[in-house]
């Protein structure tokens, strides 16, 4: 792509990853999203907290397009991508994991990396078996060593245990330069030991890398990210750092109280 | 496998791994000697046509193990190879015949065939499951009753006759022994393929895309173009099997590509299994024995049930076809080995 093509893309707002306007999502009469506006920078780390069913996920399958906005606009670092098929929004550098692990689990754990190598790179359609020093597998590896998971590299994904299939929905993501990427409850179900390693991760990640996670454990939300916001039915209704927003009266009314109370 | 073992103290992942190559060796030393002991009858008419069937229900071991696409339109594409064979090259119905060699006509006809099969996928890779196969069984009917009714390009119900396989490097592949090679040698080669082919970027793409697709489009494939291309390769082996099936037959009619033939197809695949490409070659042995025999057996009137019950047997007893029988009665066949690749 031509230098000045990508430039009259960016509409002079290029240093945010991600910009949301108006975005809005209607399932028949149920309003699951509606007037999101949002801006994250580039290698920002911010966390969505919310109640279950407040529209989180959909706010994720919006940016993705596993499910298209109904109204509104989303652009990614300038580009407006609204309109285009989720392959094309990942190639572009955008990432995202599930809050229920989707996985392949008829194939290895080095063989669903290595795909999520080779899916944003090229010969995607390759009839040939990838070498041992193949580019995307060597990628593969590190990402394997990166999460843990050496030990498991040829396990098949299906005899994985449930700690160990989170930490591969997060190597998936990490796969083959993201420049942001959308975690959905990546510590749901995991034991403390495996909470400390992800928020190590997490932490760990090159700085250029931003983004956002949904985390209903306070613990981790607030120890990776320098920035929260709260969403309530479907809107945005407070943001702030993390110690405003664990302050603050009206986030634990509806938040903590309604989770611990 | 067990006394094997036993022999071999040092029973390595590599020695393990040597055995499945081992049980290869046998299969084709087998089936290479087969013709010195085998009648024309047991070379031609089990023999080639097992092949041929085990070819067709290949193509759909493929689209259906690898990719989770069961298709009913497998027949329907090896019947556009075959059609074309029969218009491109010649016949005696007096009707179109260019007179093509076979080497031009038998390509082409294969390459009509896999644009025909993308076709039918583009048009049914947009549903899943119990809708993939609505949507190919309503191609089949459709072609089949085209095919019987359409006169200026099919010859209506009568179809084309006169069709005969070629003759090349000085040996003519009517013999039985001749004709019995060819199709062991397409077969193999298609096999193999499938076999390398499972383990190749394509190959783990197919089973990522079967096992989920919505996380494929999370990692950038553009899943609808991959399973296309998967029923355009598919379309070249059921293509290739239209050839042979046509070369073997002489003749081809709407009755070749019918919606029993269709299903014939898809018990086959089944009945062998669809985790491993060995599945349909065995079950269309089986099936070409039963539908050989059967008569013989139990009549001419119920030799369909008998078929129908086998299938209701094995399926019962093993969801993995004969597949899944050979790992019961054999532990150390075990479900590692019916990974793909190995």
Redesign the interface.
Known sequence: MAENDMASRLQGTGAYALELDGVARHFGALVALSGINMRIAAGERRAVLGSNGAGKTTLFNAV???FLPTAGRIRFFGEDITDL???ER??RGL??T?QIS??????SVL??I???C???SR????????RLNDVNRVQAESILHAVHLDGDRDA?VATLSHGQQRQLEIA?AL??APRFILFDEPAAGLSPTERRDLVAILNGLPKHIGYVIIEHDLDVALRVSEYVSMMHNGRLFKEGTPQEIEADPEVQEIYLGGKHG | MTISLQSTPVATQPNWLDKIGAGHILLGIALVLYPLVASDFFLTQIGGYSLIFGMLGLSLMMLAGYGGMVSLAQITVAGIAAYCIAIFGDNNSHLLGFGWPWWIAAPVAILIAAIASSLIGWISVRTEGIYTIMITLAIATATFYFAQQNYAIFNGHSGYAGIRAPAFWGVNSRDPKAFYYLCLGFSVLAYAAILYGSRSTFGLTLQAIRDNPRRMRALGFNVTAHKVFAWFLAGIIGGLGGVLLVWFNGRVSPGTIGVDAAIDVLIIAVIGGLRHPIGPFLGALVVVLMQTFAIDLVGAERFNTLIGLVFLVIVFISPDGILGLWAKFKPNFSQESLRPGR
């Open positions: 993705t397009g596993d098929p989720p392959h990942i190639r990432r995202r599930y989707q996985l392949f689990k008829g194939l063989d669903s290595f795909l999520a080779r899916g944003v010969r995607r359609f390759s009839l040939l078996r990838p098949l998936l796969a083959g």
